[in-house]
């Protein structure tokens, strides 16, 4: 399974992005799969933001809840609306998918998201 992140960009403070992953590459793709979103800044260890735990139950850090929303849309798409951005966000921000058969682990390449003050 590849995954492929995109939308990331520049945004003021305050502003907001869309992020889009896409899966593709295998049969083994399934609507139940847990989803997530990451993040890492330089110098700083990977965080979870966000995830959709079976593909239904959506979970967040306490430091995005209000902010992130986390969905999923068709064919093996997920998303990652961020409202109200702040400079601390900004980072790489990486998906992340583990499969309902099996568990195994997938991550994207990760999206450079860069919040100006």
């Known amino acids: 399974v590849q995954l492929q992140a995109s939308g990331g960009g520049l945004v003021q403070a305050g502003g907001s992005l869309r992020l889009s992953c896409s899966a593709s590459g295998s049969i083994f793709i399934f609507d139940s799969d847990t989803l997530g979103w990451y993040r890492q800044a330089p110098g700083k260890q990977r965080e979870f933001l966000a995830g959709?735990?079976?593909?239904?139950?959506a979970n967040y850090a306490d430091f995005v809840k209000g902010r992130f929303t986390i969905s999923k849309g068709a064919k093996y798409t997920m998303y990652l609306q961020m409202d109200r951005l702040t400079p601390e966000d900004t980072a790489v921000y990486l998906c992340?998918?583990?499969?309902?058969?099996?568990?195994?682990?997938?991550w994207g390449q990760g999206t450079q998201v860069t919040v100006s003050s």
């Open positions: 992340y998918r583990k499969s309902a058969r099996g568990g195994t682990e997938y």
């Open positions: 959709l735990s079976r593909g239904r139950v």
